[in-house]
């Protein structure tokens, strides 16, 4: 990045204030605001996986090692929220304890809130921020995901699939799903005896579900003691240079991502809105019921938006 674009010194009050305004923003606040001056975007690397896979752990060693290359990383760690008490823990960064004092790193935790993608609302305003701040680059980690949550594809350059010794069922279930999205696929805890055996089931699988296309490559690591992460760096810079030519196509899915949130945040808060006497209604009229009133909603004409 151009050092005249980044501020001398990260002001870390600032940015924290920007990126509570980008997270509690409403959807009336994202529609109405001006285009954004797009004058640099950091790389953006995706960290997804089953609950219990080491995703925190593995981020905190791969940040420490790329900080050789990037003068800012980004961590943006998502965290459930309780449907029941709208709560969350946000306990991710705990396990990066090791990278709280480094000034070249910002880790912030969010809350999913609404979302049910792994992910988080209002989640492209908040990365943009960091864009905004002059981040070199930025790694995602979604909440614990299963078979079918892979929206995180469409917001990052490379997105790394963390798997563990015995994830040979989850494999059968992926092979349909996120399975398919992946740039990296990482089995962490490499010490552990299963490990190469998960190795050889990934391979076999994706050497059939890539068909002509190249096999992604899949790397053994040992995040709590560092051990590999050389190759996976090695492995993300490839993916990186394989996608850089086509930045159109990558603007282009993320813009397709962040609408698609906004509709279904919209279209949620709609349904939530209905009248209990709404539901009383056919399947076909309570429909009809849902698209009149986010009709109105997009001329202006229904309930004001926040």
Known sequence: MNAA????????????????????????DILS???REERHVARRIGVTGPPGAGKSTLIAALARFRLSRASRVAIVAIDP??????????????????????????????????????LADNLPEILSVFDDYGFDEIILETVGVGQSEFAVRELVDVELLVLTPGAGDQIQAMKAGILETADIYVVNKADQPEARRVEAELKATLTLTAGA????????????????????DAAIEAATMRIAGDPESQRRRRARQRIKGIFWRRLAQTIED??????????PE???????????????RGRTIT
Not at 5 to 28: E, V, W
Not at 286 to 300: E, F, I, R, S
């Open 33 to 35: 605001a001006p285009p």
């Open 286 to 300: 309570l429909y009809a019921t849902v698209l009149t009133d986010l009709k109105k909603a997009a001329t202006g």
């Open 213 to 232: 296309g190249p096999v992604p490559p899949v790397v053994l690591v040992r995040a709590d003691a560092g051990e590999n992460i050389a190759a996976l």
């Open 274 to 283: 209905l009248p209990q006497a709404a539901f009383d209604q056919s399947l």
């Open 81 to 118: 929220t309780s449907p029941k008490t709208r709560g969350s823990i946000l306990g991710d960064r705990i396990r990066m304890d090791g990278l709280v004092d480094d000034p070249r790193v910002f880790i912030r935790s969010l809350a999913s809130r609404g979302a049910t993608d792994g």
């Open 5 to 28: 674009l980044r501020p001398a010194a990260l002001d870390r009050r600032a940015l924290g204030r920007a990126l509570s305004r980008a997270a509690d923003a409403g959807l009336a």
